[in-house]
C-alpha cells in the first residue's frame, strides 16, 4: 500500500526552486574533470570527509547568491565543498543556492582552462568574495594562464588574502587549507591532497587498489594456511586410525 505524501505548505512551494544542469563544455574543454573527475577527486573527497546528508561536494554545478538571483550572477565552480549543509536541499534545487542553505560554500576551486582562465583569476574571485566564500583556490597544470600554478585566497575581515604557497624538497607546491584541514599540491602537473594529520595523501584509486590487493594477499594466506592446517589434521587423523588398526 502506498502512503501518501503530505502537500507541501505555501511557505514550502514558495521556497522550491530547480535549477537546470549547466551547458556542456564549449570547444571540448574538460580540464576541470581532468583533474577532479578523471583522478576520482570528487569520489574521494566524498570518502574522506564521509557524513553525505551535511556535507555537499559538487563539480561544475550552479552557485546562486539567492533563489531570485539573475542569470548573469551564477557561477560554475570547479568544485565546491559545504560542510553543515543540507544535500537534500542541493538535491531538491539541483544548485547550491545560498540564502536556502543559510551559509556559502567553504571552498570553491576553478581549473584553469583556455575560455575560463580571464574570469577566474579576476571576475570570479570578486564574485566569490562577494558571496562571503571563505576560501577561492586555483590550479592551473602548467602555470601558463593563471601565471602560477597553484594559489588560493582566505577570506580576512571582508577581503581576501593570499594563502603562502611552498615549494616541497620534490619541486611540488603546496598550500593549506584552513577549511579542508589538507594540502592542496600541485604535483608533476596533478592536483593531489594531503592530509597533515596522517602524513599521507587521502585514498586514491591507486591506494585503495593497493589496500584491496593487500587484502586479497590476506585471505590467500589465510586460506593456504587453513588448507595446510586441515591437511595436517587429516595426516595426524590418518596415523591414529593407522594405530588403532594395529592394535
Known amino acids: 500500500m502506498t502512503t501518501k505524501q503530505p502537500e507541501k505548505t505555501k511557505q514550502e512551494r514558495r521556497r522550491q526552486v530547480f535549477i537546470p544542469d549547466p551547458p556542456k563544455h564549449k570547444n571540448g574543454e574538460m580540464t576541470s574533470f581532468q583533474y577532479l573527475g578523471d583522478n576520482g577527486s570528487v569520489y574521494l573527497l566524498k570518502h574522506h570527509f564521509g557524513n553525505p546528508e551535511t556535507t555537499v561536494i559538487k563539480a561544475e554545478r550552479y552557485l546562486l547568491s539567492a533563489r531570485g538571483a539573475p542569470r548573469r550572477e551564477w557561477r560554475i565552480p570547479d568544485l565546491l565543498i559545504a560542510f553543515g549543509a543540507s544535500s537534500a536541499q542541493y538535491k531538491e534545487n539541483n544548485a547550491y ?27 570570479k574571485r570578486e564574485d566569490y568574495l562577494a558571496m562571503g566564500i571563505p576560501e577561492y583556490w586555483r590550479f592551473d597544470e602548467t602555470g601558463n594562464y593563471y601565471g602560477t600554478r597553484l594559489a588560493g585566497d582566505l577570506l580576512v575581515n571582508g577581503e581576501y588574502q593570499e594563502i603562502p604557497i611552498e615549494t616541497l624538497a620534490d619541486g611540488a607546491l603546496q598550500g593549506y587549507s584552513p577549511a579542508l584541514d589538507l594540502y592542496l599540491r600541485w604535483e608533476n602537473e596533478d592536483l593531489t591532497w594531503f592530509d597533515p594529520k596522517t602524513g599521507r595523501h587521502i585514498a586514491s584509486f591507486e591506494s585503495e587498489r593497493a589496500a584491496r590487493e593487500v587484502e586479497r594477499a590476506a585471505r590467500e594466506v589465510e586460506r593456504e594456511g587453513r588448507m595446510a592446517a586441515e591437511a595436517r589434521v587429516r595426516e595426524l587423523e590418518a596415523e591414529l586410525a593407522r594405530r588403532d588398526r594395529e592394535g
Open 97 to 123: 543556492i545560498i540564502s536556502l542553505q543559510g551559509k556559502p560554500p567553504d571552498f570553491v576551486l576553478e581549473v584553469a582552462s583556455r575560455g575560463t582562465w580571464r574570469r577566474d583569476r579576476w571576475a
